[in-house]
């Protein structure tokens, strides 16, 4: 019985095979959309978890209480390690961590790479993979290293390194011995190194960390703790979040918290001191579409299989006739559906195949299948399965409930039978598709928003440098022979880039204060031309400048901190920050550097030429840019020759903030796009269907004199009825989809009102084309031959 339903269910595939194609290319293209958007999805929520303490492992962050709300802070102070042991015993270990880079040199190989100075228990924590080396020993020695298995490879070659020497150069050069070799890290894991320092030798040479040691109000590390299994995270939290209060009595109100390890990558965002989701928001909504297009593509199959149910009644009533019940007959239809199911699948396999380098390209990962997993292939099966069921279980009961009399006396009339429930399935595609369309033009205009907000700088030809201590030592001769050589415009240093925020601190009292009032500011600390260099509008008073020598004790504030603070002539005012009283010498416009989503922040502006990690210089204007880039570097390499000459140009970075949503929104249009050219596909195959059905009545209607214009009318009407349902259902959905979208962004647009009737168009412009290609079609036949027609 089941080789006979496989033969029929064949012949019916080549008999008709148009209609094949349309179902299995359309299954193919809404199944391999579904897998790479499942694949994508599946790597968000797998992050972090090749670390097998996933669930309890937690990050201490600060929730700092401000005039604009609660801010949470991932840096805590260094003093803070030891006291989360003594507080609470639920507490199994605690690790201290820093990251920067280092110069690390073998011989003649020179390598900049990006690490972690960590304690000790930071191996027993995060229980990287080693490779070679004792975890519980590799950090003990202050002189030694551990390297990623890449690093390793690049340093000594196939060469094994434990036991070996590598100078590393942060601040002066140190000769440190190799102790261990991990794995490189997965790229789904939120922390990225290339080696690992033991915290103690941070501590023994630099200064500023020595001064940190018993600094409540210093927030420059991560803390990181591993709870004891079956401890309650809230009861714990609860327990530490009064420790920042009870040893500082700086002006700050802050409680600490644990952010999970299994939320760094899904719940990044927090507002007013509360998770406000992040990328968990992208993972739903590209789950929900995986989830449309497959929907949309099981109804092509439904609406084609009804559509053409009378060309197999016949074939339902003999299987009665001789005996077959209605279980058999579902069973045999939803099988051929799973075949069909099936052949959809082996085709959107090799398509997936096909676009995965490009879709990789896309979204910046290493996406692959693994098709040696048992776990892949009982996917792919139950997938199989689930859309065969899903796309043939309406044709299949609607099928075996034809009476057999009927069927054999010519007296079923499928067609009209099955004409609602294929409209409420075409307009439910219709719906899916317009509401992805309104999604795509939103993100798209929330993305263009944010680009195009002024940001009170110039970005271009702005070439940011990381500094090294060569480099500081050698500013002053560096920056004079850059201007001399008419390398460079303006060149000036800080301990931040213009695109990020490194510090922030309280404000602990101003002019006009008011009691209970905080104020959180972000900090930048740099020495002379900062504005100048950047292009940043001064709008009251001075930047700093040599010829006050008193300005070691000046502030620049920005405009956002003068009216967070309600000041109205700020110049000549005192504030105190860090125990110390400031003098106010000037206003600058307000500076976008952290979130490009987010309102800018208060800031304050202080000249500390130590307190430096970033040099900007300024280029001219020149059709020769790359000639420019390499006067910049000869003289770079002349007081930094130890280094590889490495830059960044800041509207490249200024674009990066915006990476992940513009990512986000490439992929929406992209699969948006192929949804509609499903619904396209199933709606070609219902028109040509139509007028299939209306051949004759065609025939009649050109004999009597019809117009190709009304012949068009005929046939698109229905369809431009389900549109106008479709966008009536879906656009109240899609407004209040894309408000909740939009309302995680501090600066947001208002859903513009046009998108909507644009939908609409867009949706009623598709249809009318493809149903006019079969109206043409249709009146282009010889009447005669539509009237002979059976």
Same mark, same amino acid.
């Given at each position: 019985?089941?080789?006979?339903?496989?033969?029929?269910?064949?012949?019916t595939?080549?008999?008709?095979?148009?209609?094949?194609?349309?179902?299995?290319?359309?299954?193919?293209?809404?199944?391999?959309?579904?897998?790479?958007?499942l694949?994508?999805?599946?790597?968000?929520?797998?992050?972090?978890?090749?670390?097998?303490?996933?669930?309890?492992?937690?990050?201490?962050?600060?929730?700092?209480?401000?005039?604009?709300?609660?801010?949470?802070?991932p840096?805590?102070?260094?003093?803070?390690?030891?006291?989360?042991?003594?507080?609470?015993?639920?507490?199994?270990?605690?690790?201290?961590?820093?990251?920067?880079?280092?110069?690390?040199?073998?011989?003649?190989k020179?390598?900049?790479?990006r690490?972690?100075?960590a304690?000790?228990?930071?191996?027993?924590?995060?229980?990287?993979?080693?490779?070679?080396?004792?975890?519980?020993?590799?950090?003990?020695?202050?002189?030694?290293?551990?390297?990623?298995?890449?690093?390793?490879?690049?340093?000594?070659?196939?060469?094994d390194?434990?036991?070996?020497?590598?100078?590393?150069?942060?601040?002066?050069?140190?000769?440190?011995?190799?102790?261990?070799?991990?794995?490189?890290?997965?790229?789904?894991?939120?922390?990225?190194?290339?080696?690992?320092?033991?915290?103690?030798?941070?501590?023994?040479?630099?200064?500023?960390?020595?001064?940190?040691?018993?600094?409540?109000?210093?927030?420059?590390?991560?803390?990181?703790?591993?709870?004891l299994?079956g401890?309650?995270?809230? !009861?714990?939290? +609860?327990?530490?979040?009064? $420790? @920042?209060?009870?040893?500082?009595?700086? =002006?700050?109100? &802050?409680?600490l #918290? *644990?952010?999970?390890?299994?939320?760094?990558?899904?719940?990044?965002?927090? !507002?007013?001191? +509360?998770?406000?989701?992040? $990328? @968990?928001?992208?993972?739903?909504?590209? =789950?929900?579409? &995986?989830?449309? #297009? *497959?929907?949309?593509?099981?109804?092509?199959?439904?609406?084609?299989a009804?559509?053409r149910?009378?060309?197999?009644?016949?074939?339902?009533?003999?299987?009665?006739?001789?005996?077959?019940?209605?279980?058999?007959l579902?069973?045999?239809?939803?099988?051929?559906?799973?075949?069909?199911?099936?052949?959809?699948?082996?085709l959107s396999?090799?398509?997936?195949?096909?676009?995965?380098?490009?879709?990789?390209?896309?979204?910046?990962?290493?996406?692959?299948i693994?098709?040696?997993?048992?776990?892949?292939?009982?996917?792919?099966l139950?997938?199989?399965?689930?859309?065969?069921?899903?796309?043939?279980s309406?044709?299949?009961?609607?099928?075996?409930s034809?009476?057999?009399?009927?069927?054999?006396?010519?007296?079923?009339?499928?067609?009209?039978?099955?004409?609602?429930?294929r409209?409420?399935l075409?307009?439910?595609?219709?719906?899916?598709?317009?509401?992805?369309?309104?999604?795509?033009?939103?993100?798209?205009?929330?993305?263009?928003?944010?680009?195009?907000?002024?940001?009170?700088y110039?970005?271009?030809?702005?070439?940011?440098?990381?500094?090294?201590?060569?480099?500081?030592?050698n500013?002053?001769?560096l920056?004079?022979?850059?201007?001399?050589?008419?390398?460079?415009?303006?060149?000036?240093?800080?301990?931040?880039?213009?695109?990020?925020?490194?510090a922030?601190?309280?404000?602990?009292?101003?002019?006009?204060?008011?009691?209970?009032?905080?104020?959180?500011?972000?900090?930048?600390?740099?020495?002379?031309?900062?504005?100048?260099?950047?292009?940043?509008?001064?709008?009251?008073?001075?930047?700093?400048?040599?010829?006050?020598k008193?300005?070691?004790?000046?502030?620049?504030?920005?405009?956002a901190?003068?009216n967070?603070?309600?000041?109205?002539?700020?110049?000549g005012?005192?504030?105190?920050?860090?125990?110390?009283?400031?003098?106010?010498?000037?206003?600058?416009?307000?500076?976008?550097?952290?979130?490009?989503?987010?309102?800018?922040?208060?800031?304050?502006?202080?000249?500390?030429?130590?307190?430096?990690?970033?040099?900007?210089?300024?280029?001219?204007?020149?059709?020769?840019?790359?000639?420019?880039i390499?006067?910049?570097?000869?003289?770079?390499?002349?007081?930094?020759?130890?280094?590889?000459f490495?830059?960044?140009?800041?509207?490249?970075?200024?674009?990066?903030?915006f990476?992940?949503?513009?990512?986000?929104?490439?992929?929406?249009?992209?699969?948006?796009?192929?949804?509609?050219?499903?619904?396209?596909?199933g709606?070609?195959?219902?028109?040509?269907?139509?007028?299939?059905?209306?051949?004759?009545?065609?025939?009649?209607?050109?004999?009597?004199?019809?117009?190709?214009?009304?012949?068009?009318?005929?046939?698109?009407?229905?369809?431009?009825?389900?549109?106008?349902?479709?966008?009536?259902?879906?656009?109240?959905?899609?407004?209040?989809?894309?408000?909740?979208?939009?309302v995680?962004?501090?600066?947001?647009?208002?859903?513009?009102?046009?998108?909507?009737?644009?939908?609409?168009?867009?949706?009623?412009?598709?249809?009318?084309?493809?149903?006019?290609?079969?109206?043409?079609?249709?009146?282009?036949?010889?009447?005669?031959?539509?009237l002979?027609s059976?």
């Amino acid at each position: 019985m089941l080789s006979n339903y496989f033969k029929i269910a064949l012949r019916t595939l080549l008999r008709n095979t148009s209609y094949s194609l349309i179902n299995i290319s359309g299954l193919a293209i809404g199944i391999a959309c579904s897998i790479l958007i499942l694949l994508w999805v599946y790597d968000e929520l797998t992050f972090n978890q090749s670390f097998t303490k996933y669930d309890l492992i937690h990050q201490v962050k600060i929730n700092t209480k401000t005039d604009n709300g609660i801010i949470t802070g991932p840096s805590t102070p260094m003093p803070l390690k030891d006291r989360l042991l003594q507080q609470d015993n639920r507490i199994q270990r605690v690790a201290i961590a820093i990251g920067q880079s280092a110069l690390l040199t073998v011989g003649d190989k020179k390598i900049t790479k990006r690490g972690m100075d960590a304690s000790e228990d930071y191996l027993q924590i995060f229980d990287f993979k080693m490779l070679e080396g004792d975890r519980t020993t590799a950090l003990k020695d202050p002189h030694s290293i551990i390297l990623t298995q890449s690093t390793a490879t690049a340093l000594f070659g196939n060469e094994d390194p434990i036991g070996r020497m590598v100078q590393v150069k942060i601040e002066n050069n140190e000769e440190l011995k190799v102790t261990g070799i991990i794995a490189d890290l997965r790229s789904n894991a939120s922390i990225k190194l290339d080696f690992i320092l033991p915290f103690t030798y941070f501590e023994a040479t630099s200064i500023w960390v020595q001064h940190a040691r018993d600094n409540w109000s210093n927030n420059a590390f991560d803390i990181f703790v591993e709870l004891l299994p079956g401890a309650n995270k809230t !009861e714990v939290e +609860k327990s530490i979040s009064n $420790l @920042i209060k009870q040893n500082t009595s700086d =002006s700050r109100d &802050a409680e600490l #918290i *644990l952010h999970p390890m299994s939320h760094w990558r899904l719940y990044n965002n927090f !507002e007013n001191g +509360k998770e406000s989701g992040g $990328l @968990i928001d992208y993972v739903r909504i590209f =789950s929900g579409v &995986a989830i449309f #297009i *497959l929907v949309i593509a099981c109804i092509n199959f439904m609406n084609l299989a009804t559509a053409r149910s009378e060309h197999r009644a016949r074939e339902v009533g003999i299987r009665k006739s001789v005996g077959s019940n209605r279980y058999q007959l579902i069973g045999q239809f939803i099988g051929e559906s799973i075949i069909i199911s099936a052949l959809a699948f082996i085709l959107s396999i090799v398509l997936v195949e096909l676009v995965r380098p490009f879709y990789n390209e896309l979204i910046g990962k290493n996406l692959t299948i693994d098709y040696l997993s048992p776990m892949i292939w009982m996917f792919g099966l139950a997938l199989i399965i689930i859309t065969g069921f899903l796309a043939g279980s309406y044709p299949a009961f609607y099928l075996s409930s034809f009476q057999p009399a009927k069927i054999l006396k010519g007296k079923l009339q499928a067609g009209q039978s099955t004409n609602l429930p294929r409209k409420v399935l075409v307009t439910l595609q219709f719906s899916f598709s317009i509401l992805l369309i309104i999604g795509t033009v939103v993100i798209y205009q929330q993305i263009e928003h944010l680009k195009n907000r002024e940001i009170g700088y110039d970005k271009e030809n702005l070439m940011l440098i990381w500094s090294t201590s060569d480099i500081e030592k050698n500013f002053r001769p560096l920056k004079q022979e850059l201007l001399n050589a008419g390398a460079a415009l303006s060149i000036c240093k800080s301990n931040a880039p213009v695109t990020r925020i490194f510090a922030s601190s309280p404000i602990e009292g101003w002019t006009g204060m008011q009691p209970g009032q905080h104020i959180e500011v972000n900090n930048i600390a740099t020495e002379y031309d900062y504005t100048k260099t950047l292009g940043i509008k001064m709008l009251a008073g001075r930047d700093f400048s040599e010829t006050f020598k008193s300005d070691t004790a000046a502030i620049i504030l920005n405009k956002a901190a003068v009216n967070a603070m309600n000041l109205t002539d700020p110049i000549g005012d005192r504030l105190q920050m860090w125990g110390q009283s400031w003098n106010i010498i000037g206003v600058m416009d307000d500076v976008l550097m952290g979130s490009g989503s987010r309102n800018i922040d208060p800031m304050v502006m202080i000249m500390d030429p130590t307190w430096s990690n970033t040099i900007t210089v300024r280029l001219a204007k020149t059709d020769d840019l790359s000639g420019s880039i390499k006067r910049v570097e000869s003289i770079f390499k002349k007081y930094n020759p130890d280094y590889p000459f490495e830059y960044r140009f800041a509207d490249e970075e200024f674009q990066q903030k915006f990476n992940g949503i513009t990512m986000i929104s490439t992929l929406t249009s992209t699969f948006a796009a192929l949804a509609m050219f499903i619904t396209g596909l199933g709606l070609f195959g219902m028109a040509a269907f139509t007028a299939e059905q209306r051949t004759k009545e065609i025939g009649i209607r050109k004999v009597m004199g019809a117009s190709l214009s009304s012949l068009l009318f005929m046939l698109s009407k229905d369809f431009s009825k389900m549109v106008l349902l479709a966008f009536i259902l879906s656009a109240p959905l899609a407004w209040w989809a894309a408000n909740q979208f939009l309302v995680s962004y501090q600066v947001r647009i208002q859903v513009p009102w046009w998108v909507f009737p644009m939908a609409g168009m867009i949706s009623l412009f598709i249809t009318l084309m493809i149903v006019s290609t079969q109206a043409i079609k249709a009146s282009m036949r010889n009447p005669v031959d539509s009237l002979r027609s059976e």
